[in-house]
């Protein structure tokens, strides 16, 4: 079983950054994907970024191109979202997520945080 803990979220500024965390809670997490989801109010939840196992590929969603970075240590079982130049529209509940593959569609990934909000005023 794997736990997914998420931490890093706030209240910023436009053009600030945050960095979100996510901690799992087994060794599996070495082989597994990793993603991060949002979903704001009213909104569908989407995909904003995934890296594979060994962290040799990433997608991001159009939206967070150029301004967002998802990385993972394996030592620390620790998934990252680097998000700069944040935007008002970038508000929304984050979601890390683990899976067997990365995949653009949020049924595909087993494990689940609970979200951490991010709020972005202009």
């Known amino acids: 079983q794997v736990q997914l803990e998420e931490s890093g979220g706030g209240l910023v500024q436009t053009g600030e950054s945050l960095t979100l965390s996510c901690a799992a809670s087994?060794?599996?997490?070495?082989?597994?994907?990793m993603a991060w989801f949002r979903q704001a109010p009213g909104k569908e939840r989407e995909l904003v970024s995934s890296i594979n196992w060994n962290g040799n590929s990433t997608y991001y969603e159009d939206s967070v191109k150029g301004r967002f970075t998802i990385s993972r240590d394996k030592d620390k079982k620790t998934v990252y979202l680097q998000m700069n130049s944040l935007k008002v529209e970038d508000t929304a509940v984050y979601y890390c997520?683990?899976?067997?593959?990365?995949?653009?569609?949020?049924?595909?990934?087993?494990?689940w945080g609970q979200g951490t909000q991010v709020t972005v005023s202009s």
């Open positions: 087994e060794r599996t997490f070495i082989h597994i994907a």
């Open positions: 997520a683990a899976g067997r593959f990365p995949a653009l569609r949020g049924d595909l990934y087993t494990y």
